[in-house]
T-cell receptor, first 117, second 116 residues
Framework: AQTVTQSQPEMSVQEAETVTLSCTYDTSESDYYLFWYKQPPSRQMILVIRQEAYKQQNATENRFSVNFQKAAKSFSLKISDSQLGDAAMYFCAYRSAIVGANSKLTFGKGITLSVRP | GAVVSQHPSWVICKSGTSVKIECRSLDFQATTMFWYRQFPKQSLMLMATSNEGSKATYEQGVEKDKFLINHASLTLSTLTVTSAHPEDSSFYIC????????????FGDGTRLSIL
C-alpha cells in the first residue's frame, strides 16, 4: 500500500518570502501521479500542481513549483513571493497510474500554512 | 475546467433522520466517484469508491449500512447517511474522476452535516 507523509503540521512564512512544504511517499509502483492540493478556510479543495512520475522535469505553475526526487521519493512544494491568500491547509497526494489499480488519492496529513503580513 | 456540484452545502437535522447528499459532475462523465469525510484540521479520509453502475467499495471500518452510496449514472452519485446520530456530524466531500487516469480528480465544495 502507498503512504504519504507530511511531517510538519504547521509552518509560517512572511509575506513576499519563499516557503517550502515537504512531502515524502512510499510506493513500489513505477508509474504514478503526485499532487498538491490547497484547502483554504472555505474548505474547498483546490489543485495547486501536479507531477507525473515518468517526467523528470519539475512541474511549475506560476509562483508554485515542486522539487520531485523520484529516487528519494520526495515531492516538496515551493511557494515563491508568498501572499496572504496562500494561507491554507496544504495536502500532498498520490495516485497510481497503473491500469486496473484503484484510482483513489492517498493523502498526507496536511500542513497548515500561515502567512504573516 | 471540470466542475463538480455538491448539494446541500450545509444541513442541520435531528438525530434519527436520514440525510442524502448529492454529487454531480456538470460537464464530464464521472466513471468513478469518491466520498471523503473530514474532521477539523485533519486530512480527508476516504470512505468509499463508487463506479458507475456498480456497488460501492467501502474502506475498512466504514459501515456500508450506515453510509449508503449510489452511483446510478455517469453524472450523479449520492451518499445517504441513514439514521444519523451526533457522531456522524462531519464535513463530507465528494470527488469525481473521468476515464482518463492522467486527469486529476475534481472535488465538490463539501457538505457540512450537523446532527442535533
Amino acid at each position: 500500500a502507498q503512504t504519504v507523509t507530511q511531517s510538519q503540521p504547521e509552518m509560517s512564512v512572511q509575506e513576499a518570502e519563499t516557503v517550502t512544504l515537504s512531502c515524502t511517499y512510499d510506493t513500489s509502483e513505477s508509474d504514478y501521479y503526485l499532487f498538491w492540493y490547497k484547502q483554504p478556510p472555505s474548505r474547498q479543495m483546490i489543485l495547486v500542481i501536479r507531477q507525473e512520475a515518468y517526467k523528470q522535469q519539475n512541474a511549475t505553475e506560476n509562483r508554485f513549483s515542486v522539487n520531485f526526487q523520484k529516487a528519494a521519493k520526495s515531492f516538496s512544494l515551493k511557494i515563491s513571493d508568498s501572499q496572504l491568500g496562500d494561507a491554507a491547509m496544504y495536502f500532498c497526494a498520490y495516485r497510481s497510474a497503473i491500469v486496473g489499480a484503484n484510482s483513489k488519492l492517498t493523502f498526507g496529513k496536511g500542513i497548515t500554512l500561515s502567512v504573516r503580513p | 475546467g471540470a466542475v463538480v456540484s455538491q448539494h446541500p452545502s450545509w444541513v442541520i437535522c435531528k438525530s434519527g433522520t436520514s440525510v442524502k447528499i448529492e454529487c454531480r459532475s456538470l460537464d464530464f462523465q464521472a466513471t468513478t466517484m469518491f466520498w471523503y469525510r473530514q474532521f477539523p484540521k485533519q486530512s480527508l479520509m476516504l470512505m468509499a469508491t463508487s463506479n458507475e453502475g456498480s456497488k460501492a467499495t467501502y474502506e475498512q471500518g466504514v459501515e456500508k449500512d450506515k453510509f449508503l452510496i449510489n452511483h446510478a449514472s455517469l453524472t450523479l452519485s449520492t451518499l445517504t447517511v441513514t439514521s444519523a446520530h451526533p457522531e456522524d456530524s462531519s464535513f463530507y466531500i465528494c470527488s469525481a474522476s473521468g476515464r482518463v487516469r492522467s486527469q486529476p480528480q475534481h472535488f465538490g465544495d463539501g457538505t457540512r452535516l450537523s446532527i442535533l
